[in-house]
Nanobody, 123 residues
Framework: QVQLVESGGGLVQAGGSLKLSCVAP????????MGWFRQAPGKVREFVAV????????DYADFAKGRFTVSRDNAKNTIYLQMNSLKPEDTAVYYC????????????????WGQGTQVTVYS
């Protein structure tokens, strides 16, 4: 089991940017594919982005393409999600998760989750 801790969320005006981080205190995630998901109030948790252990495979949900960038620094045991051109509809709790197996856009493919960080975008 991998404990994950997200940070970097906050309140931002539409058009602004935020950079989220996800760390695994005391454990290495360098061998794990990692995903970012989000969940808005009253909605199901949805896939945002995924990055393989060596950054060889990266993919995004359609709404994230061209605005969000996922990256990782295995030396720092950290995953990032740079979010630009934020919109009010991006408001959600953002979660990172460690990939286990299965379709990487499915929540069931991930074995460990962080507690999430709130992102609120106002117009």
């Amino acid at each position: 089991q991998v404990q994950l801790v997200e940070s970097g969320g906050g309140l931002v005006q539409a058009g602004g940017s935020l950079k989220l981080s996800c760390v695994a205190p005391g454990r290495t995630i360098s061998s794990h594919g990692m995903g970012w998901f989000r969940q808005a109030p009253g909605k199901v948790r949805e896939f945002v982005a995924v990055i393989s252990w060596n950054s060889d495979i990266i993919d995004y949900a359609d709404f994230a393409k061209g605005r969000f960038t996922v990256s990782r620094d295995n030396a720092k045991n950290t995953i990032y999600l740079q979010m630009n051109s934020l919109k009010p509809e991006d408001t959600a709790v953002y979660y990172c998760a460690a990939y286990a197996n299965g379709g990487y856009s499915d929540t069931t493919a991930y074995s460990d989750w962080g507690q999430g960080t709130q992102v609120t975008v106002y117009s």
